[in-house]
C-alpha cells in the first residue's frame, strides 16, 4: 500500500491510521514497521507537544476478564507503570510536524472508562499534523 500512495501521492502529505493489529516491539512484521521503512514516521513519536500520560495506556482495550465476559467495551481502564505498547498508529509522510498527539482516555470516578467517549474497545487517536511547509 505505502509504494502504490507513493506513486499517487508525490510529494503530497500522506497520513495512514488505523488498528494494525499488530506492535512493532513484538512483531518483526508489524504494519508500523512495514511503513517506517517505506518512509513514513509515527506521529507520537515525533512530537514535542504529546500528551505523555496517556502512553500509559494502551491503544486497545481487552477486557481480559477483568470486567466479566470479553464483549470489546471493556469498563475499567489499565494505567500501566510505563509507557505501553499499542497497535492503533497515526503514521504520516511529507507531512513537516506533528504538533500535539493524544491517545485519548476518558475516565470517570472509579478509574471507568467514560461510556460518551468510548465507542469501541480502542481508544481514539488523535494528532494535530502539519501539511505545508
Do not use: C
Amino acid at each position: 500500500i505505502a509504494r502504490w500512495m507513493d506513486t499517487k501521492a508525490g510529494s503530497t502529505p500522506v497520513v495512514f491510521t488505523g488498528d494494525f493489529n499488530a506492535n512493532g516491539a513484538t512483531d518483526p512484521h508489524a504494519g508500523s514497521l512495514a511503513l517506517r521503512a517505506e518512509g513514513y514516521s509515527d506521529a507520537r513519536g515525533t512530537v514535542d507537544g504529546a500528551d505523555y500520560g496517556s502512553f500509559y495506556y494502551s491503544s486497545s482495550n481487552g477486557t481480559n476478564g477483568t470486567d466479566g465476559p470479553d464483549d470489546g467495551y471493556p469498563v475499567h481502564a489499565v494505567r500501566h507503570p510505563y509507557p505501553t505498547s499499542r497497535i492503533d498508529y497515526i503514521m504520516v509522510k511529507n507531512s513537516p510536524f506533528t504538533f500535539r498527539y493524544r491517545n485519548e482516555v476518558r475516565l470517570t470516578s472509579g478509574n471507568r472508562f467514560d461510556p460518551q467517549y468510548q465507542g469501541s474497545d480502542h481508544n481514539m487517536q488523535f494528532a494535530v499534523i502539519g501539511i505545508a511547509g
